[in-house]
């Protein structure tokens, strides 16, 4: 079993930073790719940005040049450093990641339970 656990989330004006955190436990062999999602309400889920294992990096064009992914192969972890939050930046931040339970094993898709960040108007 593989857990996902989001933190870092909050309160903060416009203009200001987060940095959000994603930590994968339980029985981890390999981490493919990673990434960050995010639902405002009412809206679809999309994509923040991703990583790969070795650091490959991609972003949604809102976010290009404001928020930074990250991610630490020792500890199994992720970051989202998000700077020049806006308004619109406001919703349910996901953590998403590729594992397999052993080198044999099939890289399945596996999700954290979100952390909300609101940016208020």
């Known amino acids: 079993q593989v857990q996902l656990v989001e933190s870092g989330g909050g309160l903060v004006q416009a203009g200001g930073s987060l940095r959000l955190s994603c930590a994968a436990s339980?029985?981890?062999?390999?981490?493919?790719?990673m990434g960050w999602y995010r639902q405002a309400p009412g809206k679809q889920r999309e994509l923040v940005a991703t990583?790969?294992?070795?650091?490959?990096?991609n972003y949604a064009d809102s976010v290009k040049g404001r928020f930074t992914i990250s991610r630490d192969n020792a500890k199994n972890t992720m970051y989202l450093q998000m700077n020049s939050l806006k308004p619109e930046d406001t919703a349910v931040y996901y953590c998403?990641?590729?594992?397999?339970?052993?080198?044999?094993?099939?890289?399945?898709?596996?999700w954290g339970q979100g952390t909300q960040v609101t940016v208020p108007s």
């Open positions: 339980g029985v981890i062999s390999s981490i493919k790719v």
């Open positions: 998403q990641a590729f594992v397999a339970t052993s080198p044999t094993m099939t890289f399945l898709s596996y």
């Open positions: 990583i790969t294992s070795s650091s490959g990096t």
